[in-house]
């Protein structure tokens, strides 16, 4: 005898709730608002095939073996960037240090930490919005990246921001602000204006390097911060 949909339900809903007690690894949840039929929401943590992925992670794994400057034999890992592709939201910095040379992940050490806690201030997930830099790998001594070494690389940030099409751009530091807007411009003659790169804004700011070398000067924190009030405006964050 064929039982009824809402007693084959139960029998699964009982069945999931005994596998997740005992802690199986391979239940997911999801997140839905009511009853959901089972293909009716993707699984939580599932991503998405989409052309802005592929195109995304094509660019990636092309940093990852690059060899098209002399950086690709000094570095660990190359840095490609990470994150997530719907906030609207990306940060760009110069480039890897030592920590993100080890983990290839970009942002990691101290500087990294405090960017996070800039994101996490601003109402996002740091999953939730997109981290890289201009220059893909790590420069000896953390030195400013050379203007060949950011040509070289320069076609591979411009395809990230092609893939995600973000509403904005914050631009960290003098090196990142320099690729997006022409002239030799200071820092801080240009943090606190949006720019326009195509149909992206872009906001220029102190990298977050700059304020752990800096870390008593409240001044210099006030302006980042008002900065990222100018970027949670326009995203509609309050």
């Known amino acids: ?9 139960a029998q ?12 199986a690894e391979f239940v997911v949840k999801r997140k ?12 939580e943590g ?4 989409s052309p802005a992925r592929d195109a995304l992670g094509a660019a990636c794994a092309e940093v990852l073996v690059c060899q098209k400057c002399p950086l690709a034999r000094l570095r660990a890992k190359a840095v490609p960037g990470e994150g997530g592709l719907e906030s609207g939201l990306m940060f760009v910095g110069e480039a890897p240090g030592a920590d993100e040379n080890i983990q290839g992940r970009p942002f990691v ?17 740091r999953s939730e919005v997109y981290i890289t830099n201009v220059v893909k790998c790590q420069p000896p001594g953390n030195r400013t990246p ?15 921001i092609e893939a995600i099409q973000p509403a904005v751009i914050v631009a ?18 240009l ?24 870390e008593g000067n409240r001044q210099i924190k006030q302006a980042v911060w008002d900065d990222m009030q100018k970027v949670m405006a326009l995203l509609g964050k309050k």
């Open 1 to 9: 005898m064929l039982k009824k949909p809402e007693d084959l339900r």
């Open 12 to 23: 699964v809903g009982n069945a999931l709730k005994f596998f997740e007690e005992i802690g």
């Open 32 to 43: 839905t608002a009511g009853p959901v039929p089972a293909a009716a929401a993707p699984l």
């Open 46 to 49: 599932t991503v998405q095939p």
């Open 109 to 125: 050490g101290r500087a990294g930490q405090l960017l996070t806690k800039i994101i996490k201030a601003m109402h996002f997930d």
């Open 146 to 160: 050379l203007s060949s070494e950011i040509d070289v690389c320069s076609p591979y940030l411009l395809r990230q």
């Open 172 to 189: 960290l530091g003098s090196v990142a602000a320099g690729f997006f807007i022409p002239g030799n411009i200071k820092i801080s003659g």
């Open 191 to 214: 943090r606190g204006t949006f720019f326009d790169f195509g149909r992206v804004k872009v906001m220029p700011t102190f990298h977050p390097s700059y304020l752990v070398r800096n």
